[in-house]
């Protein structure tokens, strides 16, 4: 099948790879002309697991094409895909402007009939004004298809090689009968395609992300409790999740959900909400917990250093919001190293890939070392902010020769209690005992 993808960000390049992957020719188109040239020769433009490999090869095999011509994509496909930023506006909405951009320019250009498929993260019904916008632009015939994406950053391309699911929300036949033959690779080995309405189908995925943002708070919120009362949330996780009705992911505490999707769409499912008279308690609570979560070890930090932290250098480890992308958006390292520098510390900070990102973003208001140890030297404390790999297991020796206190706030609760303790460490993390 001939496909566009329009939007080649983390959704829409994974996207075109795979459908490239599977056989299909695609057409992947841009505005941003500096990333097209890139991706034309040959350049990811993003950190994720696996990406280059099979997009390199789908380059090669002349199955994956590159353009900042919407129109030339089009007229070469029957199939369209939308994977475009709805970030959030300033009351908290979905930003619809880039979708119903699209959906204008297609109104305009089409010239037979097609079938738009929305993968960008949108409102209930968001179907109906895109089909609205083209509409008002075309009688040549076509469907919009609610087609939400499930996949996780870090693994993106597993979980677009193999999805749990597919959801497709439409009411045309035609356009299911199109969609039912794009993953029919999936559907062959058993992952389930699941047909529903438009409306039902873009609600599923914010209903999806914003429960596992619920249950990393609630995991969360467990967390601070069993400080209080000297319980362990590692002993209490344990035992929730070996219950099948709970299952043990999504229960790890830590500083707070942050990245390009919980925080947005937590925020958009509880405005629409309002837009409907619908209060959504939950969810407002979700976001203020969440809030407190991110920077819950600064007040630690200064009570270690008695209430003072002017001039004290902390070594960050890790600043993408989770491990294995280089995406910074809503990263908690983010809001502590603003709150650090705001009170006179000095920060040096390590990632593995998101160092860029983050320079474009604050510059050198920080210094950026260049591997986890190096971030130590001098360093009167450490906080590690994302769980990469490469943290998991460290030299607690040279960390101790490198710095000047043996001291770590951990927001990721990286190591059982045992190992900063037998290595002489002050260790503070979240939801377990503080080893002094
Ligand atoms: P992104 O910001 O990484 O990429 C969006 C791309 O669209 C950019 O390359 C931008 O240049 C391009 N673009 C903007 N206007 C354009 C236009 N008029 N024509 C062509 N291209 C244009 O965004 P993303 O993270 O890929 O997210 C896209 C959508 O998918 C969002 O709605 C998001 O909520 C949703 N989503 C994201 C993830 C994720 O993990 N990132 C997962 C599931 C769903």
Redesign the pocket.
Known sequence: MNITI?????????TGTTLAELGNSVYC????EK?VEGLKSGIV??YEPNLEEMFLRNIQAQRLFFT?N?KEALDKSEVIY??????PGEDGS?DLS??L??AN?IGEMITEYKVIVN????PVGTADKVKEVILSKTHIPFDVVSN??????GF?VEDSMNPARVVVGSSSDKAKEVMSKIYQPFTNTGVPIIFMDEKSSELT?YAS?SFLAVKITFMNEIANYCEKVGADVDKVRLGMGSDDRIGNRFLFPGIGYG???FP??VKALIKSGKDDKFHFQILEATENVNAAQKIILISEIEKYFGGNIKGKTIAVWGLAFKAN?D?I?EASSLDNIKILLEKGANVIAYDVVAENNVKKLIGNTIQYAKSMYEALENADALFIATEWPEFKNPNFDLMAKKMNNKVIFDGRNMYPLEIPEQNGFFYKSIGRKTIL
């Open positions: 329009v939007g080649t960000g983390y959704v829409g390049l994974v188109v841009d505005i941003d990333k433009p993003i900042t919407l939308l994977a475009l930023p709805t970030p979905a880039y979708v951009k699209v320019d993968k960008s993260t949108v939400p994406e499930f996949l996780r950053e993106a995925k992300n990245g390009s999707c947005k769409d992308t995406d958006r």
